[in-house]
């Protein structure tokens, strides 16, 4: 029998998970980071940068559907959205189930979106939709100069490390909470609460004081660090823990209404 390499993904010095790479497909270094995806039998087509799985074809609407969906449980009028990160096109997929009007994508990394193009069509197809305005420019500087009012930001980043690293900085999150309407919402992903503790705490007590409402809620996703991932909610009118709107009419696979409402971590 033939053997295959084994792609391997540290999540501590003493523990980490692999993936048989029974065929390797395209390995490329760009401007910003390291992106590589091969297949395995099992996960079908992996993306991984910088040596951190980013999505899988078997498990990726777990993730996109826990980090896209929850602020539409809050508002029904989210019209305008923001996206920050997100090249696989994951995250624009699900955000345009639901009756938006124009979404913004903002890739710093062209070569993200083109591999995804070219060996994820089922996150990718959502590059076309003509709501989507897809930019390839850094996400802060997007924010710095965006004149306008969102309903709605998704910070859709990798982890905070190399470019995605300013993502995740209190002044950021400042100048977000001036560039949402009132009733605005901005969600971002923070990482795992079994690996990353210490991480998702600070980062949670530090920025939520530029908003009134904000809390933490949780999603599976079977291929990343401790197969939990958490995510963080802010809106400056909403009351999160409280306000209901009911979007059944959306098909969920994984994250609805009453799954996020148990996910929050009181």
Request: hydrophobic share 35%.
């Amino acid at each position: 029998m033939k053997k295959h390499p084994w792609f391997k993904e540290f999540h501590d010095k003493s523990f980490y998970i692999s993936f048989e790479k029974e065929k390797p497909m395209e390995i490329i270094e760009s401007r910003y980071q390291k992106i590589e995806v091969f297949h395995n039998d099992f996960w079908g087509n992996v993306l991984a940068i910088d040596g951190l799985i980013m999505i899988t074809e078997k498990d990726e609407f777990f993730y996109h559907e826990s980090i896209a969906h929850p602020p539409f449980f809050l508002n029904k009028d989210i019209r305008d959205v923001i996206i920050i990160g997100g090249g696989d096109g994951g995250t624009l997929r699900e955000v345009l189930k639901h009756d938006v009007e124009k979404v913004y994508l903002i890739e710093i990394d062209k070569d993200v979106v083109n591999i995804s193009k070219k060996h994820f069509p089922s996150t990718a197809n959502s590059f076309n939709d003509e709501r989507a305005v897809i930019l390839f420019e850094d996400g802060v500087e997007f924010i710095e100069q965006y004149d306008g009012k969102a309903d709605l930001i998704i910070i859709d980043s990798s982890e905070p490390i190399g470019p995605s690293q300013v993502l995740f900085e209190d002044k950021f999150y400042k100048l977000m909470s001036s560039k949402i309407k009132e009733n605005g919402i901005i969600v971002s992903q923070i990482g795992s609460f079994l690996f990353h503790e210490k991480f998702v705490r600070d980062f949670f007590n530090k920025v939520r004081d530029n908003f009134k409402y904000s809390a933490l809620y949780t999603g599976s996703t079977p291929t990343y660090p401790g197969g939990v991932w958490t995510y963080g909610i802010f809106s400056k009118s909403i009351d999160i823990l409280k306000e209901k709107y009911d979007n059944s009419e959306i098909s969920y696979r994984y994250m609805n209404e009453w799954r996020f409402r148990g996910s929050i971590l009181r």
